[in-house]
């Protein structure tokens, strides 16, 4: 075939990738103030932090906070007293993990959940396959859920306020203090009460509010929850009616029983919607989205969907899109009315529609925009007239109601409602006014506010000064920490997580999940539904007798105890009936009006504010986990950032990390700046949860606090702000570059003078380029043979170490295990979303370092989510590839290391022996993916203080032995879990492994199912067939070649944008000179 152009795209990390001024990491212990700290295996420790870096009772706590006691097998392992139960209990074996089903919300969206626990201890959290949330996956939140149990920050007994000081108390002097409080207003009908909720998903805890709006009728609800669907649900209400919730579906029919149907959907319109990363249903959403880009042959191809997408910042979603536009938030709405100007005279609008299209006011859009529109509109009409075929607009969570409603007009006449659009009543849903009401409320007769497992006076918007309002009424905060609004709360009740407590949650498909407890209360805590209850009732009842006490009523003579064991067993509940009604969209008159009072000019700068990927709104910003994972796009960690674009940057003479001064209505903040390819011109984005103080050692000084420069009316976007450069910097770390292996090509110096975008054969890749592109077409004619023909590396440099005429059995270990492990990775599904990374953390008790060791390049991930960027710097496309070990069949790091810590086994894998790593790192300087992590110290040791220490411990995975420091460790295969499939296979009386019994812990949590493990030796297996399916850099010649292939990425519609079919990284040239397969492959 002709090679396409495509294969010679230049990709790079970073601006200073792309301009040629990546410096080198060269300081090997930057910032070590005194050599004698590597003396001691103590002294180390304590002796590391720089200077200007945390004090040392603070550096010990995050230590203490990431790593614990060490399991058996490793270096220097301490003394452990072993004692034996003198009576198994009946349903335990010891050292066997046991599984129970629960569920897990955050805001508006339900994952059901399968949690791991090991001898009463919950370890590990996976998705729920029977649940339509999850269908078996999890994103990163649910992952680091598990780390907050344990957090040793968290509130552990009821504190009183005397005077300025807050006492610690017990459990009766609440009931007998607090319950005369509220047995006081009661007798008032709640006159003077105020109630801040979060999301209430709850049938059980919906009920307890009804219980209480009863018995307080004059106490008023608002509505505390930032990261909920409160715009989304409000449009739908202003098209269809009260209680009107609707849901996406990819797969134009969505999902059913946990399994994708057949039915697709061609086309699908993103409005400032993150819907594979943090909005409602997002795991959901992953995996429908990337079952319509599941290529396993030519003829797949053209079928695949298409994603449309704008936005003001780079998001995960914009990184998969196939078409993308950067505008500021403020003008998504003008893009809706232009698009519904486009397709009303080619579609059949609804009776009583034409109020709101005829209504339409003229919008001023760019040329680029109008193009834009007019292709979108095209191609969403043709996947109208097109047979079994769906279109999709979603809006995101941040854009106003009427830009909800209206996109909710244009799936109508789409013909999406019923199909990739789906209505329904929920007549049970909590009302509660907003949080700026609250504000407005407490000047005008409200003396006392419960606050429910919220934070308002942190995360309410800085317009309001809530902080300051609540400060001069009666508080009573129950939440997991002592936070901004416990601090200044008269009584502070610590609460209980889901894995302590009994609850229920309903999800917006209405699939409903009982969430039974793993553990007894770690501390003096209640769960909102059983504090709620006793307010409500003033009767204490326990949270399992008010659950099943709900569902007992409601099932009636359905109900019976074989039914309530299916539901804990299965983490659904079935047979329960939900509202029969089914909105119909009639207030076109509301939305023409809405519309109407919308306000479409731009002007001044455009400040953005989003919910963090990582921290959220800040409840997640003391889970280390989190603050250390790379953000999906810019990957910094432990901060955010001012994201500004080139243009901007350039503007107000700034460079990254610089100082700049961000104001809104009269309040300035100062913050960092990061320049972000893709970003909007004149717009800065800035990231919730950050900046918070005295709430815990991973949130304390990580980031900026820029809630208080939110306004009231639209938190989520303002015009007319402004941005200065203050002078100064901080100091921000993104780890993209660390991974980079040979010194930073200037691509101005290689580029064709006849397309600025391509480089130079020859001489912008030494070796090979990154990804692999073509064309659908080229797809369709060469099929997998694209990947070898677009070989920039000459045949004959493809050399062994070894004559294989005179060596046959040399330069490739011995593979006799009857089985040999490897692992395919589809490029075309990978999002970057970054839960494998958190799942695989979790799952091989791997430390978090801290800040300072980060900015040393430091910092111990197993998989490293590169992205990388192509095309014109200010608006480029993106692509992301996950780099793990690829157990390289004759890997360069088993040939240096001096004492054989690294070795191939007889089953293809890279194996570890933790005991004999003496440290040298020969391994990780040659290898080639660097993926290799060194403990440059031995954060087990020095904990804060014994209290602390055990309560971590329970977090680590027995079966996973805890590293110390001078010890190599890297990306295992999961050796445990192949080894407990391995004995239970032979316990069975099986020869080998059956497809699919080994789910490695990245593969488990991986919502688009991008990951697949296997045993590549048998052609049979699903890891074995995928790269014959699809072309891969790396092409399995042997059948016991047990490495990580990469699958490609194709376009489905390469007219407008040449995004093309891609193939991930093979071996570097190293690699390539000394496996046997490569040199067959070039021989043949």
Known sequence: MTKSTDNLKAYWRSLADHDGTLAPQHDEFPGLKDASALAGERGGATSFVPATSLARRKFMGLVGASTALASAGCVRKPVEHIVPLSKRPEDTIPGQAVYYATAYQVGGTVQGLLVESQDGRPTKVEGNPRHSGSLGATDSWAQASVMGLYDPARSRTPLKRNGETQELVDWETVTAE??????????????????????????????????????????????????????????????????????????????????????????????????LCGEQDSVRLQREFAAGRDVHSQADAGSMNRLYVVEPHFSITGAQADHRLRMRASQVGAVLVALAGEIKGSSKAPSGAEAVLDALPAVTLSDAEQKFVKVLAKDLLAAKDARDAHSLVIVGERQPAWVHALGLLINVMLGNVGSSVRLRHDDTAVVAEPIGALAAALGAGIDTVLVIECNPAYEAPGELDLASKLKGVTVIHHGLYNDETGKLAAWHLPATTYFEAWGDLEAADATISIVQPLIAPLHQSKSALELLSWIASDAEVDGYSLVQGYWRKALGAMWSDKVWRRWLHDGVVHGVPRSGQNPIPREYAKVAEAIKAADFTAAGFEVNFHVDPKVADGRFSNIAWLQELPHPMTKLTWDNAAYVSIATARKLGVENCDLVTVTVGGKSVQIPVWIAPGQADDTVSVALGYGRQNIGLAADGAGVDVYPLQPAANPWFVQGGTVAKAGGQRKIYSTQDWGSLSPAIDMASTRDDNDPNLLNPGRGYPDRPIVRETTVEDFKATGREFAVKGDLMAPDKLVSLWDHNTHPDFGAPAMVGKQQWGMVIDLNKCNGCSACVVACQAENNIPVVGRSQVANGREMHWIRLDRYYSGAKEDPAAVVQPMLCQHCETAPCENVCPVAATAHSPEGLNDMAYNRCIGTRYCANNCPYKVRRFNFFNFNRDPMNSDDEKLLWMQKNPDVTVRFRGVIEKCSYCVQRIQEAKIQAHVAGEDTVKDGAIVVACEQSCASQAIVFGDVADPTTRVAQLPHQRPSLRRPHRPQHAAAHHLPRPDPQPQHRARSVRSGPGRCARCRRTARCRRRRAQG
């Open 178 to 275: 607090l319950g005369a409080k509220f047995k006081e207003l009661r007798g008032k009908q709640g006159q003077g009460l105020a109630v801040v909720l979060p999301t209430v998903l709850s049938p059980s805890l919906r009920e307890a509010v009804k219980t209480f709006t009863t018995n307080f009728p004059k106490a008023k609800l608002f509505d505390g929850d930032v990261v909920g669907s409160r715009n989304a649900n409000a449009g739908a209400e202003l098209l269809c009616g009260a209680g009107t919730r609707f849901t996406y579906h990819i797969q134009g029919k969505g999902s059913a029983g946990g399994q994708i149907t057949a039915a697709g959907t061609r086309v699908i319109f993103s409005a400032d919607s993150d819907f």
